[in-house]
């Protein structure tokens, strides 16, 4: 099996920071994209930030210049920094990771269960 587990959701004021992390447990034998996604009452999930295992990453509009994605790969862990939080933000905040594992195992897009990240303003 493989575990997503994130942490470092909360409550917090505008103009703010969070660090979010997703450390990603079980069989594994490698992961390749990782990538932060978040959903927001009555909207759609969407994509926030991405990272591939080079180490180049991708944000949405609404994000860049404040949030800032990264990995340890020795931890199996994506992080997510943001930075000049504002309301808008308030979201369920959920990793994923594209993952192959050993065989006979199928590897493939993996969830976690989501932390919530919630700016008052």
């Known amino acids: 099996q493989v575990h997503l587990v994130e942490s470092g959701g909360g409550l917090v004021q505008a103009g703010g920071s969070l660090r979010l992390s997703c450390a990603a447990s079980g069989s594994i034998r490698s992961i390749n994209a990782m990538a932060w996604h978040r959903q927001a009452p009555g909207k759609q999930r969407e994509l926030v930030a991405s990272?591939?295992?080079?180490?180049?990453?991708n944000y949405t509009d609404s994000v860049k210049g404040r949030f800032t994605i990264s990995r340890d790969n020795a931890k199996n862990t994506v992080y997510l920094q943001m930075n000049s939080l504002k309301p808008e933000d308030t979201a369920v905040y959920f990793c994923?990771?594209?993952?192959?594992?050993?065989?006979?195992?199928?590897?493939?897009?993996?969830w976690g269960q989501g932390t919530q990240v919630t700016v008052s303003s």
């Open positions: 990272i591939t295992s080079a180490g180049n990453t």
């Open positions: 994923n990771a594209d993952i192959t594992r050993p065989w006979p195992y199928m590897g493939g897009n993996y």
